[in-house]
């Protein structure tokens, strides 16, 4: 039996502050191949990433995704235990990574070594970890789905080992996630004195204007697997240290984290609509640049969902509640290239100063992810 509480301990010793994770994947692909595992490493652009599977290439296949980089651990002596001693004490594991998601991680690779050792299944279990989700993810699990493309690989579901449960384990899986768009607005006008605005054209003015426009009326009402879409502006500056001058250019961000009624094409072409229109009733010359970090996406509910629902209430006992709720994460990839939702453990610590995860817990996340390949290849 494959201890995911010890290998966890032992992912956390191996610092891996994002992108740097390639000592935490040296040790899986080295943990993995002893049990039979075939490994490849793809990195991309010095991010470090492992696929990894046990079973026929054309196989049906059950898939795990998850992430080894972590977030830096701040100050050192802020923390109870070293941020990468992986010290267990008090029914614990501490460290930089314990909860997100290197105790993930451990306990879908330690269930998928006894399930393949205990119970061949009749087809293949697949497992990508990647050194780039807590980074820009341009080379992370992007870079491993594109090699999975070229190479003729396939996962028919997966789970994304990623903290889902608020307060307790088996609350809530992840079935969907919500888009993300961030927006660069720049209004541009004429420098002049405060006191003869005539002769200027404030771009703070037309600026403003846009972002009451924008923040005025909700986008939406919300969706059946979605609550209604959010609009938030982050910042406004214009860089202007004189209160007697009207700046000649002023900025803005606004992030809009968005439902399945929008599109990040339609929400850019709904903010360039909007600009165009403050633009041609004040003067002030307006841009925008957008990035969209990811689409929203759901999958429905089905034999998959509720298979990993099912196992989930046996294991803890709750009903899980189907959310869409939180930011973003890897699963906004893996949606295109098959049916994907997100179980793992209780996010209380993550990212925090202590971060630290109960031993117990760790066992029990293995335990529900073995139990979910039994059924899965029954």
Known sequence: MT????????????????????????????????????????DRNGVPNLFSRWGAKDARSFGFNGHVDVVPPGDPASWTHPPFSGALV??????????????G????????????????????????VTGDEEGPSRDGTRAILDWMRDAGE???????????????????IKIGRRGSLTAHLTAVGRQGHAAYPHRALNPLH????????????????????????????????CGNPA????????????????????????????????????EAETGVRMGIEVTVSGESFVTKPGPFVDLVAGVVTGHTGRVPVLS?????????????????????????FMHQVDERVPVEQVHQLKAIYQSILQRYFE
Request: hydrophobic share 45%; charged share 20%; glycine share 8%.
């Open 3 to 42: 201890d995911a509480a010890l290998l966890t301990a032992r992912l956390i010793r191996r610092p891996s502050v994002t992108p740097d994770a390639g000592p935490a994947l040296d040790l899986l692909q080295s943990v993995l191949e002893t049990a039979g595992f075939e490994c490849h490493r793809i």
């Open 90 to 103: 008090d029914g614990m594991i501490w460290g930089r990574g314990a909860t997100d998601m290197k105790s």
């Open 105 to 128: 991680v451990a306990a879908f690779v330690a269930a998928a070594m006894d399930f393949v050792t205990g119970t061949p299944p009749d087809g293949a279990v697949i497992l990508t």
């Open 154 to 172: 396939r996962m028919d579901v997966c789970i994304v080992g990623e903290p889902s449960n608020p307060e307790a384990m088996g609350e809530m």
């Open 206 to 237: 037309a600026l403003v204007r846009l972002l009451g426009e924008l923040t005025a009326h909700p986008l939406d009402r919300g969706t059946a697997h979605f609550d209604p879409s959010g609009l938030q502006v982050t910042t406004i500056d």
């Open 243 to 278: 209160s007697n001058v009207i700046p000649e250019r002023a900025t803005a961000t606004v992030n809009i984290r968005f439902n399945d009624a929008h599109s990040g094409d339609s929400l850019t072409a709904m903010l360039r609509e909007r600009a165009t229109a403050v």
């Open 324 to 348: 869409t709720s939180g930011g973003t994460s890897d699963a906004r990839f893996i949606k295109d290239h098959c049916p994907v939702v997100e179980f793992g453990l209780v996010g209380a």
